[in-house]
């Protein structure tokens, strides 16, 4: 009786001990599952990255876009043409400065509001 008892606990041990390398074999499963998953996400933005930089390639190489770099960016120019620079100040003119009205009274009525104020 004694040895069915023993032999009894020790397929228990081994039964818990198998199912505990079971649920951590699955546990392992999901966690390389995410992994996969992550790294196809990832795969898939640097597909995509890649053929937006295939197509900038693309149009570097055209001979507008060397062009309209070398006039735009070193102000070359064709033979008979000439390159005229705007100051950076004049470029940016902000369109919601409106006009000052010009102040037509005369002079010392301006110096007297500014005496009096």
Do not use: C
């Not at 505990?20 to 996969?36: E, G, R, V």
């Amino acid at each position: 009786m004694q040895y069915k008892k023993i032999i009894y606990f020790i397929v228990i041990i081994i039964l818990l001990l198998t199912i505990n390398d079971l649920a951590h074999s699955i546990y392992d499963t999901w966690q390389k599952q995410d992994l996969i998953t992550q790294a196809q996400q990832e795969l898939t933005a640097e597909v995509n990255e890649n053929s937006h930089l295939k197509k900038q390639i693309s149009q570097v190489n055209q001979p507008q876009f060397v062009e309209s770099e070398a006039r735009d960016k070193l102000l070359l120019a064709k033979p008979g043409e000439g390159v005229i620079i705007i100051p950076n100040n004049q470029l940016h003119i902000d369109s919601t400065q409106e006009a000052k009205p010009v102040d037509t009274r005369p002079n010392w009525i301006k110096w007297w509001d500014t005496f009096t104020q």
